[in-house]
């Protein structure tokens, strides 16, 4: 037995040495107390890494890493959320509406469920909110359809003045009837000839506005295909395939009349030239997750040129992001480009409002939290401790064979 215990005593890589051989140095001292804060540092370091919910379970060293994997997206039907806070401090309530098309061909022409404006004064402050639509009735007896004033007991049906789709329609409000011109291809000219936009003071509000900005915000539920959506002035609508903005029904002074007909009064450069300055507070392409980043979130634009038209192009990445209890975060990150199209003077062909042109990436890009085992932290561990101690040894013994020879040249006087 005596003899195993020797040859397993003759394999001991770390002989020992009896104290009385020990030499202790200063520099040997400052070294092993530098050494230690670095080790204690950095074990810090690696442990911090973990979340709040690894600290509780430290003993199984519950650190989460994320791995990133590009796939190609096969998914299929699916629709694409976009998140917007979009601010006109120039542009009124009652003159800003929301577009949405794709390459589908499907249309949502001036959106407005889901969508909530603010109408802001010129210092940003909120002056009131509200979702889309025109003032209440004013006028108790509305305009029938049959030329007379509404009576007790009978059923109120308004005229659409010339737009009715059949003889049994009826636009019992001043949006009815503008949106019977739009689908006609018509324009509503002057609204103080339409009893509906008369007795819901829609010229009133306009003019209650002037002056006035419009926060708008909300989402839109769109095809995940390539398409747009925009923000101008005008009521939108589709006219021999092509799509057209309303501004007659928004005139005051000559501005928006000049603009309809192509001519270049200087008030209506000046009004356009106002008008699609704004601050996008946020864009985001679905869900937020961690780590995401909006590129648009907080960036402002000021028109300096009469008029034209702001473009953002955007390419769309899917993005898959599943945590640490496997909950899944269906989303999007974006990347964008930018471009202004200005308006000549004598061809405003270009409708002026910010135009966001949306792509689809093809590739997607999963997001998967994973926990780092126990192992691995003491490895980390491990190799923090023997490393520094390796090199604190090599820098001690450097500088103690240093000074021993330093000190030996200068007792025999060879040293100079």
Request: hydrophobic letters at 35%.
């Amino acid at each position: 037995m005596d003899n195993i215990m020797g040859k397993i005593r003759s394999l001991d890589a770390y002989p020992k040495i009896n104290e009385d051989f020990y030499s202790r140095t200063l520099p040997g001292g400052v070294i092993t107390l530098a050494s230690s804060i670095v080790m204690l540092l950095l074990f810090i370091s690696e442990l911090s890494r973990s979340s709040l919910k690894s600290l509780l379970y430290v003993c199984l060293y519950l650190h989460a890493v994320t791995e990133t994997k590009l796939v190609v997206d096969t998914s299929r039907g699916e629709t694409l959320r976009i998140n917007f806070d979009v601010t006109f401090p120039a542009l009124p309530c009652s003159i800003l509406s929301l577009d949405a098309m794709d390459i589908s061909g499907e249309r949502h022409l001036d959106v407005k469920h889901d969508i909530i404006k603010k109408r802001i004064d010129s210092h940003g402050n909120v002056i009131e909110t509200r979702q889309e639509g025109i003032g209440a009735p004013k006028i108790e007896k509305p305009l029938q359809k049959h030329g007379g004033r509404l009576e007790h007991n009978e059923t109120y049906c308004g005229s659409c003045f010339g737009a009715e789709a059949s003889d049994d329609e009826c636009c019992n409000s001043c949006e009815e009837v503008r949106e019977a011109y739009r689908n006609k291809g018509w324009a509503v000219s002057n609204p103080d000839l339409i009893d509906q936009c008369k007795r819901e003071g829609f010229l009133q509000r306009i003019k209650d506005e002037d002056g006035e900005g419009c926060n708008i915000y909300g989402f839109l539920e769109v095809n995940k295909v390539a398409g747009n959506f925009h923000f101008a002035p005008g009521k939108s609508f589709d006219h021999a395939g092509v799509h057209m903005h309303d501004l007659l029904a928004f005139q005051k002074d000559k501005y928006i009349s000049a603009y309809k007909t192509n001519k270049t009064e200087n008030n209506m450069l000046v009004s356009l030239y106002l008008m699609i300055s704004h601050k996008i507070n946020r864009l985001a392409f679905g869900e937020y997750f961690p780590g995401v980043m909006n590129p648009l979130d907080g960036v402002q634009w000021t028109q300096e040129t009469p008029s034209g038209m702001y473009q953002y192009f955007v390419k769309v990445v899917p993005t898959v992001y599943t945590d640490v209890s496997g909950h899944i975060i269906q989303s999007n990150q974006f990347s964008v480009t930018e471009h202004f199209r200005s308006g000549q003077v004598g061809q405003l062909q270009s409708l002026p409002g910010v135009f966001f042109f949306y792509d689809l990436s093809p590739i997607k890009v999963t997001f998967t939290e994973e926990h780092i085992s126990f192992l691995h932290f003491l490895t980390s561990v491990c190799a923090i401790v023997g490393g520094v101690f390796t090199v604190s040894g090599i820098l001690d013994s450097f500088i103690y064979h240093g000074q021993r020879a330093i000190k030996k040249k200068m007792e025999i006087g060879k040293f100079s």
